[in-house]
């Protein structure tokens, strides 16, 4: 979930079939009122039986209809983009980070997962959870706890790209969808975030943040490939390992028959 994100597409789509409505209907006002005038202007020109009492009438209808259309197309604007679409936003999007609420981050999850199972693509999924966050919040306080959390949101801006998707899954935990990638590429990828985020100025007491993310990822080549679910439980799972293991780190999560192959290889060594 980089945030060229990732967000900023889904705006983007958001707005998009609101403008291809109001241009459509400013467009059919137009064309209403452009034939009107043709036909009041035909008529008075070319000795019509059009008299010149009715054809003030219609140049009246004609002039309300055009500043109708003016006056519906701006409310339309207001309505759009001044009221609704901010409320969809809001509805959508985490207030303090920016990123995905986690209702909207599962279903776009799931859309990411069905296209990557139709074209055989990988897909990684990685869980990022800030460390010794509650000490930092009964240390410093929860308006730096929030400075560290908006950080952090900022920082991924850097890192993810636009197909990745975001969201800020609750408390100091983010989640990170990366279609069309590897296992490897997507450790590769939070590891390099890792080290960006350890170096990031938040406030004078707090210099660097420090998180622990766990990774799991479906080749797109199973014959029975995980759900987005049991993706997520998988990388559940490495990220409570990468916690285990001290903290500050990516554990990339293997499914237990590859684990089961290696520890065999190992023995027989």
Known sequence: ??????????????????????????????????????FVVGGSTTGGSLGPQHAAIIRTVV????????????????????????????????ELTGWLRPGTLWEQAE?????????????????????DFKHLNDTYGHATGDRVLQALGQALRQSVRSRDRVGRMGGE??????????GEQAREAVDRFLQLCASLPVTDAV?????????????????????????ARRTDRALYQAKAAGKHQVVLERPAKTVALSDAAALRD
């Open 173 to 182: 935990e983010f989640a990170w969808v990366m279609p069309e990638t590897t």
């Open 63 to 94: 002039i309300e209809l055009v500043l109708s259309t003016v006056l519906l197309a701006g409310l339309h604007y207001v309505l759009v983009y001044r009221w609704a679409t901010p409320l969809e936003v809001q509805a959508h999007t985490d």
């Open 207 to 231: 210099h660097g943040i420090r998180f622990s993310a766990g990774v799991a990822a479906m080749t797109g080549q199973e014959v029975e490939p995980p759900t987005v679910w049991e993706l």
């Open 111 to 131: 859309a990411l997962w069905q296209r990557a199972l139709n074209a055989r693509h990988p897909l990684a999924f990685v869980m990022i959870d800030l460390d």
């Open 1 to 38: 979930m980089r945030c060229d994100v990732n967000e900023g597409d889904w705006r983007t789509s958001l707005h998009g079939s609101a403008s291809r409505r109001r241009v459509q209907f400013v467009v059919l006002g137009g064309l209403v009122a452009y034939v009107a005038f043709a």
